[in-house]
């Protein structure tokens, strides 16, 4: 059973600090099933690779009377558990990066909360509902997957292909992420648990679900999965995982009223509305996406625009869907006009099918509420994934702040806020995904321009180039 993570960015050897174990010896650990390695088949500065192996003893899991299935005496000494991936390969993971998971390192802090362009290979991990579950699982959280099926017998192709895939993962992700990941879902994928699952088992699904497993489109099935169909178990781990989407949302309800405050004497909300659908119209756009759209303040200004017959609205939170869907008087919207919007539920940080197809994307005032290590997944789900022809993105101008006599200085305008960029640090950014995802951008300040640091809002216009980038 093998798993193998490399890191690509130099010096690549970090991986070795974040991991807590040396590149440059074997480190082996006596587990209740066997013997764990780690190892590293290649350690350079432009490419290093960490190694897990482990040595199931399949023996001691018939004493242990853990990890077989039923069906005679055989089958508990001729089976799949020694070779495959499953929540054996959780257990090492644990065990024998347990530090790295917590997303600490004493030595590296600054790296531990780095996106690292990271490739994480199963030599062979049983996909039970096949290549459609291992996307469903994986892809939405940002990663390129390739999985290579494998035959029953190569010698007896007419016997049909196995459950059985050898699978790599690609992304730009924080190590501790990639790991939690792997935690959770390695068993969903096997659908099995060599071990009694009770109540502690919610816990370690929701400890190492957080921040990605209450959005994710198919949390339902990873819960059902993770937890072996048990009913009771099921249902305490998804209402927490629907307490968990809008933590604390009187609170940030609270703050956004006190950054519109400080906005509205500029009319700076009006100037951005305004902005945003003139771009959109502009683009020729007629199917559009409202990403993070909160309330519906810009759903309502799309509606009155008669060129936008196809209007989706996605927001994180429940709540806000709720108070959009009142606001906009949606139950009471005559059958035409009805038609032409639609409200969702989901993450800006996960691949989403339904999100494919459509003409332009609004994502206003959004993404500085995302942390810094979600942008480049929030970069590929919406330029890679959802790819419309057109995104119109709005966000701070944190040079702008020292205008606000009322804003203490080094203070951002909305505690809710994880960044505020300045006008260079933007354009690197969206330089970024002009080089990735084959796009064009156009900068345009909103609101009045101070000659020093700029308007209090910047607004870039991505368009999709012919050529369509790397991923077209």
């Not at 996909?127 to 017998?153: N, S």
Request: net charge negative.
């Amino acid at each position: 059973m093998l798993l193998t993570i490399t890191n690509t960015r130099a010096p690549a050897t970090d991986l070795g600090f974040l991991l807590h174990k040396n590149p440059a010896r074997v480190q082996s650990k006596e587990l209740s099933f066997g013997q764990a390695h780690v190892f590293y088949p290649e350690a350079e500065a432009e490419r290093c690779t960490a190694a897990l192996l482990l040595d199931v003893d399949p023996v001691a899991l018939v004493r242990g009377k853990v990890g077989t299935k039923e069906g005679g005496p055989l089958a508990q000494y001729v089976n799949d558990r020694p070779y495959v991936a499953s929540s054996f390969m959780s257990v090492a993971l644990r065990e024998l990066f347990g530090t790295a998971m917590s997303g600490h390192s004493k030595e590296r802090p600054e790296l531990a909360e780095t996106a690292l362009p990271l490739e994480a290979t199963l030599a062979a991990v049983p996909c039970r509902g096949g290549e459609e579950i291992l996307r469903r699982l994986f892809e939405p959280l940002g990663y390129a997957i390739t999985a290579t099926g494998h035959p029953l017998d190569e010698r007896f192709p007419e016997w049909g292909e196995s459950a059985y895939f050898s699978v790599e993962l690609r992304g730009t992700v924080r190590l501790c992420d990639l790991l939690a990941h792997l935690y959770v879902l390695i068993p969903v994928l096997d659908d099995e648990k060599h071990y009694w699952i009770d109540e502690a088992e919610v816990e370690k699904l929701l400890r190492h679900g957080e921040g990605w497993l209450a959005a994710h489109p198919v949390r339902e099935l990873i819960a059902n999965r993770y937890l072996r169909r048990r009913k009771s178990l099921v249902r305490e781990a998804l209402s927490r995982l629907v307490e968990e989407e809008t933590p604390e949302e009187e609170a940030v309800e609270a703050r956004a009223e006190e950054e519109a405050a400080l906005e509205k004497p500029l009319s700076l909300n009006e100037q951005r509305l305004a902005a945003v659908t003139a771009a959109l119209k502009a683009a020729g756009a007629g199917r559009v996406l409202d990403l993070g759209c909160g309330e519906g303040q810009l759903l309502r200004a799309l509606l009155a625009e008669k060129q936008f017959t196809e209007i989706l609205g996605m927001d994180v939170s429940c709540r806000a869907l709720e108070r959009a869907a009142d606001r906009l008087r949606l139950d009471r919207l005559p059958p035409k006009q009805r038609e032409r919007i639609q409200l969702i539920q989901g993450s800006l940080t996960y691949r989403d099918k339904r999100l494919a197809g459509f003409q332009a994307a609004a994502v206003m005032e959004v993404i500085e509420h995302l942390d810094p290590p979600r942008l480049a997944a929030f970069a590929r789900a919406l330029f890679e994934f959802a790819r419309p022809a057109t995104v119109v993105l709005t966000t701070p101008n944190r040079e702008y702040n020292v205008k606000w006599e009322t804003l203490p200085a080094g203070h951002l305008r909305h505690r809710d806020h994880r960044f505020e960029w300045t006008r260079a640090e933007f354009q690197a950014w969206a330089a970024g995904v002009v080089e990735r995802f084959g796009y064009a951008v156009a900068f345009q300040a909103i609101g009045e321009e101070d000659p020093e640091v700029g308007a209090a809002t910047q607004m870039g216009v991505f368009t999709l180039s012919r050529l369509g980038g790397r991923y077209g």
